[in-house]
């Protein structure tokens, strides 16, 4: 085994505390503060969240999307159901998301039940977005092979000719998805590696809350 210099890829964390007195009793409108500083500090980043699935094979798949809303009834995303993520929710409707604001030395892990949206909703926000991606949306079958970029972008110019106004339908296996959350978990870097972190459980008598070993 080569030798390699651990310590030249490590760095310290400096941020301020985190205890349990500056915590919202809600997960959700603790989360909603943390996205709104995020927002603040790192705008083009701070809605990215890596989605973590289980393939039907049973491997574990995880790839980058983007938050789109969350409420109390959950978090919300869009994507093609035909794609692998679609493919593995379908056979085991559970996901986790991890957000991570690297500026801010802070991560948040949401570990829930996952629902799709109905078609309606899907349609308001399928209409709402630029029509460069309604196009990409409708020409492309998300993770299929297919036999170069040039496919896609004849498709894209013939979806172009085919509805000139713009007005691109939905594909119908364009859906969204709410993950409902049971497990929420709020990290804060912490000098020396004594982080802090905080885990919300849902339980039959609301969210308790505890702070976890770093």
């Known amino acids: 085994m080569s030798e390699q210099k651990y310590g030249d890829i490590r760095r ?8 349990r007195e500056m915590l919202d009793d809600s997960p959700v409108v603790q989360f909603q503060q943390w996205l ?15 989605l973590s699935t289980l393939s039907p094979e ?3 798949e995880a790839r980058i999307v983007l938050l789109k809303h969350c409420d109390d009834a959950g978090f919300i995303w869009f994507t093609d159901s035909r794609s692998r993520k679609g493919q593995a929710l379908a056979a085991n409707p559970r996901a986790e998301l991890l957000f991570y604001w690297r500026g801010m030395e802070r991560q948040v892990r949401i570990q829930g039940d996952v629902e799709p949206l109905s ?3 899907a349609d308001e926000y399928f209409n709402s977005r630029p029509l460069g991606s309604r196009l990409s949306a409708a020409a492309s ?13 004849a498709r894209i110019e013939a979806l172009k000719a085919e509805f000139p106004e ?9 859906i969204g998805y709410r993950l ?22 849902l339980t039959d008598n609301g969210w308790a809350v505890a702070r976890l070993s770093p």
């Open 141 to 153: 079958v998300q993770s299929s092979e297919v036999s170069g970029r040039e496919a896609l972008e």
């Open 119 to 121: 078609a309606a909703q």
């Open 12 to 19: 310290e964390y400096e941020a301020k505390e985190l205890n």
């Open 180 to 201: 409902v959350p049971k497990r929420l978990e709020f990290w804060q870097g912490r000098a020396s590696r004594l982080h802090d972190r905080f885990e919300y459980r």
């Open 166 to 174: 713009g007005d691109v339908p939905r594909p119908e296996p364009w």
């Open 58 to 60: 049973g491997w574990p």
């Open 36 to 50: 709104a500083e995020a927002r603040i500090h790192h705008p083009d980043d701070a809605t990215s969240m890596a």
